[in-house]
Nanobody, 120 residues
Framework: QVHLIESGGGLVQAGGSLRLSCAVSGDTMAYYAIGWFRQAPGKEREGVSCISRSDGSVYYADSVKDRFTISRDNAKNSVYLQIDSLQPEDAAVYYC?????????????WGQGTQVTVSS
């Protein structure tokens, strides 16, 4: 069983930055693609980024492409999401998720989420 724990959320002013972390345990993280999703109140969950298992290919939603950076450190069993130039619409609960192989649905394992709040 793979477990994922997100951290790094908080209250940030618009224009600021955050670095979210996803700690993975229970299996070798190098086998998994890790995705980041977010869900704002009253909205559907949105996929924002993913980093694949093999070649480290990265993917971003158009809405975040120039401001979010995903990276992974297999030695530390962690994946990071750097968020720059935070905007009020970035406020949401952010989740990381894992699946073996490539970045595609569905994901098999999910974390509990970390809250990102943006003040304007």
């Amino acid at each position: 069983q793979v477990h994922l724990i997100e951290s790094g959320g908080g209250l940030v002013q618009a224009g600021g930055s955050l670095r979210l972390s996803c700690a993975v345990s229970g299996d070798t993280m190098a086998y998994y693609a890790i995705g980041w999703f977010r869900q704002a109140p009253g909205k559907e969950r949105e996929g924002v980024s993913c980093i694949s298992r093999s070649d480290g290919s990265v993917y971003y939603a158009d809405s975040v492409k120039d401001r979010f950076t995903i990276s992974r450190d297999n030695a530390k069993n962690s994946v990071y999401l750097q968020i720059d130039s935070l905007q009020p619409e970035d406020a949401a609960v952010y989740y990381c998720a894992a699946r073996r192989g490539r970045c595609r649905q569905p994901y098999d394992y999910w974390g509990q989420g970390t809250q990102v709040t943006v003040s304007s």
